[in-house]
């Protein structure tokens, strides 16, 4: 069938920020999508809160809404833009979700718009845990045995009917969120409540629990003429009772025979027929009893997915790209597979290697919550390896996370038994260090039930090692034999104790490289015109020659926080530049969720781990012109003398800004200011330091990514665990300790350098006062609160580094202005978090020049680089993980926690705010009471933030000391109980629903443990909490801004229009 | 060290698998990710040494289920690697076993990626394999001393010697002429609620195309175009009673149609092959193993019509002919291994066609 000509624009839905369970993934699908449709022919309209996308860049859609993902703010873009059609099934949950509010509140049937994809009666169908029960019995088919509770008490019925243990999963969460595996009764209460509080339908299901059954998804698509063909089988390794997006998973599935196979691809035909997802992808979720082949059907997406963008960089087939195609009525068999150019999209694609996905968490950030995992996911990025073996891919994917792997050596096999029973995120490493020690497969399999076959696999990899010894320089037949394995240099280099560099050196000199090869969706079945390229040991090289120069570009690894999607979108524009400059743009880098993994992106994908040996064969294999560092964060700058030529600012250069005694004589060199401090290598030399400079003292380990470990300690007791801990995670690295900026208002400045001139993109200013982590503040663009001096001071701070380092390209430098005095924090001769947001908010593509600057090219030859957006306010809010963590607190500090940002746009500063604050999912109130209670330095301040929430119509509560302050200034005030204080006090306050606002700054330690109480209670009955005094200080103009009851939507490209 | 000798003398080195021994045969790539023991049981890969193009075969280990001959036809087997341990709960044994009891070759640990792309550009050709300690000179000798696979008459040695009852049933009477019959095939037919009569290769018409409502042609391995005996047969039966044809069956009612065979440059083998169902448009993703191919324009001469095609290149996968009640296609409806697409047409079409209903 053509495609559909009675539509003429399409309204895509975004899945606003990155949080745990839907991170850069829907980038990824969103773009193609958008894309996809764009060249069919159909205007594209565009909403998504998050400005670090790529497809927010206001040239993927032809009008792009930065504006929170709410049916208010959906409906008004409906309103103005009038598109014909909905594609709700590329913006993960988010999506789906506000595409069923906007049809449930009778937007779609007022505005005439019609869902493409999959229509409401088969999204509720699949997301309504009842009605898919019903709905496969119906079609014969087992779901795990389970039933819908309201209450408590129905569940535990429920439970008592199903069996304990019990799986909780609560309807219409993210990622599982709140749900989790009862193996009690009081253990089934708690999760409930905790789920039922979570469901935004109040509905949890009771379930049989299938734990250590084998795990399976196939990815389904289907198009309007019922063609229906399944893109990939993949394998958990983890076997039932992790969440998939935890847990380490195969491609294609292993343990299958043909039989089996075919019986779950014919379930999945009928499921998505069932179901009634008309057109696009699906995934569909399946437990095999490993004794007996029973299977259950756990879940069902009708809609791309984590998954789906998975199975498309495991097979090369471009599931949300073809979906949004088949959504507008093409048929598979019109659309043309892209890589072997002259076969339909209608085939199953057939891999000839295999890979593996490893997720990467973040748990140290969050202390005081556990390492377990369970059926609500918890990690925050993952990193898929390509081999041509289990193994190979197993080794590569080991590699990929960057060290971010448990050394085990040291445990106890005692130890390692419990950590290969119970699922952690230290269980793969223990396995296999259990494997090095003898453990026997039969028992691992035993108490772990991973399948025998995984295991025996990896009992290969620990056999190949065991050729190598401590002193020893390997043979030429080992070591090939090892790197057949996937085993890393790092690795062998440790086995024989040198340093890697050593190992890789030795391996060049043997002659040993690795040869690419390329991911067909054929199995080389057809020609394949499209370098997706992966290494390995073998005889044919089929990465093919270029005659233009090639420029590598590596990627940011997987996503951690810290270190996410605003990477990839840099390193994504600098491949579309480094093309547009007529070069052959090579990407290499590991994480399949990203948009720079898509084929589509650069000229040459190599997918490979962003690590020296695998970056340098690539180097070797290429011999590009050189290789670009300054966009992929933190990782590829470490690489930086071992890559080759560095295009952009020279490693010596890198060195200056990220060693400290060097960046601490520039600094004195230059004469510029920083906080007092200095280093110290011992705890002694730490209290020696502290007592020089006094506190508050702000203490950090050198050489750590996203704060880890950073504190700002007030005293010696803070002090002394800030010490350890700083000590414990910097790995024989000299601690930073400098003097605090208490009360300081922090800038980031990006900037771009060409050695001769210096052009400032933007200051940017964070919300909160010091100590927050750059990547958790608040952020606001232009500057409200900096005064035309020290901005002017800034700007000639940034020119005078930028050209003394000698920076090509980008550079970030970060500032604190305390009481009109500018220091500077640090440099960053990078491209920042910051970057996107900036792009966004001045419509200049920052990334790109900074790529034509590294590439030669000078800023006085870029043209204009004038902002657009004259008169508006660009906002950035975090966005945090807190549900997923119970019981760590909520504060903010300098350890960075965010796993993501939203972008708020206004003509004032509220307005902007507002936004912000409800993209990211703070609903602020317009009506009700506020609760204040603010630490004695910030009482001062106290009728600031309360005279026009008074004003506003605002009942006011405060705990004793700050109502007496707004007492004696004439605002009427309730005084409330502190908690243990006298009851009622402010969570029986909260839980009654008496308190709409809670503004607290912490008290210091002493109160710590009550008002994290107070503050957790807030979270879970959802009442926002504000813990920092600037960024109370600010909401009033927020709240004011929202009680006008105005909802603007701003088109990004109406801001260059505007002529900005 | 095992070793793969290729006749235009590229040679490929692995380490051994199955039986210590060598085997010549015709180089053919499957590109099926399951279902390993189905196709080494296909009597269609008969002096065929199969390089299978997933990474990882032999991880299930085989079983008494998933056979489709009582024993091993493919002379080599050829995988990047191959399992030592069998992981599934069907097991009854390893493949590694599997092969040595039955005498065939394996070889693993080599560029398979390499020696498909080779194929692919050159064409499915003659090799050896070898896990024993022969020289060089000796393996090519025993390449050149083996006929290949084009003008070969193959089905004779792979079907059944004998008639049997394979199901009673009271659908009606199938006779099947087994070529080297997949037992799935009729299974299928049996399931259906048919009584199936399988006859040899070798039957005269005057014995398998009488007293039944239809017979059903085989799959099986070789050239189909020298198989004169069977064509002539075949011809002697058109019109008179309904003719269903599967694979080597469909070659066959072309032939004997008059339509002219020609081979493939590497053949289509594996489950992922779109196929066009023109009478109802949809496309199924099928199960195929094919080296030789119908010329459709020979079909339409005759009066026949293209029933299915493939999308991938175009060639014809299946015709029908009213007139002679003639119905076949050229992929495998009955998959075992594949995608169950197509299934149907065994199930339903053409006993309808038949006028079994």
Redesign the interface.
Known sequence: MPKRTDLKSILVIGSGPIVIGQACEFDYSGTQACKALRKLGYRVILINSNPATIMTDPEVADATYIEPLTLAFAEQVIARERPEAILPTVGGQTGLNLALELFDAGVLERYGVELIGAKPEAIRVAEDRELFKAAMEEIGLQCAMAEVAHTVEEAEAIAKRVGIPTVIRPSFTLGGAGGGIAYNLEELREIVANGLDLSPVRQVLVEESVVGWKEFELEVMRDL???V?IIC?IENVDPMGVHTGDSITVA???????????DL??ISLKIIRRVGVETGGSNIQFAIN????AVRIIEMNPRVSRSSALASKATGFPIAKIAAQLAVGL???EIPNDITQ???A?????????IVKIPRWNFEKFPGTGRGLGTQMKSVGEVMGIG???EEALGKAIASLEGGYMDSTGLSDAVLWEKIAAPTPDRLPALLEGLVRGFPTAEIHAISAI???FL?RMEDMVRAERRFEKGKMPEKADLYAAKRMGISDIRLAKLIGISDTELTKHRENLGLHPVY?RVDT??????SHTPYLYSTY???D?AGESDRERVVILGNGPNRIGQGLEFDYCCCHAAFAVREAGLVSVMVNCNPETVSTDYDTSDKLYFEPVSAEHVRAVVHREQPRGTILQFGGQTPLKLSHRVGTVLGTSPDAIDICEDRRRFNSLLKELGIRQPEGEMVATREAGFAAASRLGFPLLVRPSYVLGGRAMAICWDEFDFKAGVDEAIRVSDQHPLLIDRFLEGAVEYDVDALCDGEQVHIAGIMEHIEEAGVHSGDSTTVYPAIRLSAENRAEMEAIVRRVALHVGVIGLVNVQFAVQQGVVFVIEVNPRASRTVPYLAKATGIPLAKIATRIVLGEKLKDMGSLKPWGEGYYFVKAPVFPWRRFVGSDVLLGPEMRSTGEVMGVGRDFGEAYAKALLAAGLVLPVTGAVFLSLKEADKHEAPAIAEPLHRLGFQIMATRGTAAVLQKAGIPVRKVWKVREGRPDVVDLLKNGEIQLLINSPLGRKAQYDEAAMRRAGLRFGVPCVTNLQAALCLPAAIESMARGERRVVKLQELGEAGG | MARLLLEDGTRFEGEGYGAPTTRVGEVVFNTSLTGYQEVLTDPSYHEQIVVMTAAHVGNYGVNFEDAESEKIWAAGFVCRSFSRISSSHLATGTLQDYLHESKVPGIHGLDTRALVRHIRSRGAMRAVISNEDLSEAELRERIFAWPGMEGRALAGEVSCKEHYTFAKGNRGRIHVLDGGVKRNILRLLAQSGCHIEVFPADSPAAEFGVGCDAVLLSNGPGDPASLTGMIREVRSLLGKVPLLGVCLGHQLLGLALGADTFKLRFGHRGGNHPVRDIETGRVEITSQNHGFCVDPKGVERAGGRVSHVNLNDGTLEGFVHDDLRVICVQFHPEASPGPRDSAHLLLQRYLHFAGLT
């Open positions: 003429a019922d063609n063909i089988s294609p599935a292993m343990t299958l025979t043909d039989r089996e196979y075919q691809r014919d490993p004794r007996d082949g048929t598979l068999d002259v076969t339909p209608s085939f199953e694609p057939s891999i000839d290697y295999t041509r073996s289990f399948d025998p076959w025996e090869k054929c199995a080389a079945e057809f020609e073998e005889d044919e089929e």
